[in-house]
Each structure stands twice: as C-alpha cells, then as structure tokens.
C-alpha cells in the first residue's frame, strides 16, 4: 500500500469542513422558509379568531334581538 490510501485527521477534518458548508447553508434557508411558512399560518390563524369573533357578536345580536322582538309580542298579547 503506498501512502495515498491513507490521509491525515487535518487533511480529513479539511475535507470535511468542505463537505458541510453546502449542507450548512441548506439547513439554514430550509429554516428561512419554515420561518416564512409559520408566519403565514400564523395570519391565517389570526384572521380566522377575527372572523369567529364577528360570528359570535353577530349571533348574539340576532339572539338578543329576537328575545327582544318576543317579549314585546308576548306584552302586547296580554294587554289585548
């Protein structure tokens, strides 16, 4: 065997450093993107609490006034 079969622990930590700079900055746009993606979630999310506030208001509104619209009928039946 001659000496190219075999290499050094700096020439193999060399190669090494080399081999996951690429991996490195893969990992960190992947990280980038997932960043993105939660925001997007998160707005979403954000505008669907809106939207099911607005719902629960509106609801309560129709109740209250149906209620409302009820008692008044129901006044009116008895003074007659």
Known sequence: MDDKDFVTH???NAVLDKI???FDELDRKLG???NEINLKFEKVNTK???QKVWFFGTAIS???AVSAMIA?????????
Do not use: A, S, Y
């Open 48 to 50: 669907f609490e809106q």
């Open 62 to 64: 129709i109740i209250g």
């Open 32 to 34: 980038q993107n997932q």
């Open 20 to 22: 996951d700079k690429p």
């Open 72 to 80: 008044i009928i129901g006044t009116l039946i008895k003074l007659l």
């Open 10 to 12: 700096t020439e193999l």
